[in-house]
């Protein structure tokens, strides 16, 4: 019904540069907040960065690097990753909070996008 459709991950050198794109389709009422979550192998899911109205919250490790962003026409938030290190290295996903045209009240998750930070 509600699905996240999430791209822009790859293969990238320290010190570059990744944006992520999520966009968000289906029957949506109201999109409340959207962030972005990492998993690195062997360790627990994160929250990176999230975005409500026009509040922004950045994890300490990412803050001056990351920034978040959204374009409510396109129902499409966005990660830009800049100074990218070795330990940013993880699967990405979007999360969406909001409420459907049925007024369910809705938490969805992206299918994940593989960042890997390597020389």
């Known amino acids: 019904q509600v699905q996240l459709v999430e791209s822009g991950g790859g293969l990238v050198q320290p010190g570059g540069s990744l944006r992520l794109s999520c966009a968000a389709s289906?029957?949506?009422?109201?999109?409340?907040?959207m962030g972005w979550y990492r998993q690195a192998p062997g360790k627990e899911r994160e929250l990176v960065a999230s975005i409500r109205g026009g509040s922004t919250d950045y994890a300490e490790s990412v803050k001056g690097r990351f920034t978040i962003s959204r374009d409510n026409a396109k129902n499409t938030v966005y990660l830009q990753m800049n100074s990218l290190k070795p330990e940013d290295t993880a699967v990405y996903y979007c999360?969406?909070?909001?409420?459907?045209?049925?007024?369910?009240?809705?938490?969805?998750w992206g299918q994940g996008t593989l960042v890997t930070v390597s020389s």
């Open positions: 999360n969406f909070k909001g409420v459907s045209v049925t007024l369910d009240a809705l938490e969805v």
């Open positions: 289906g029957r949506i009422f109201s999109m409340n907040a």
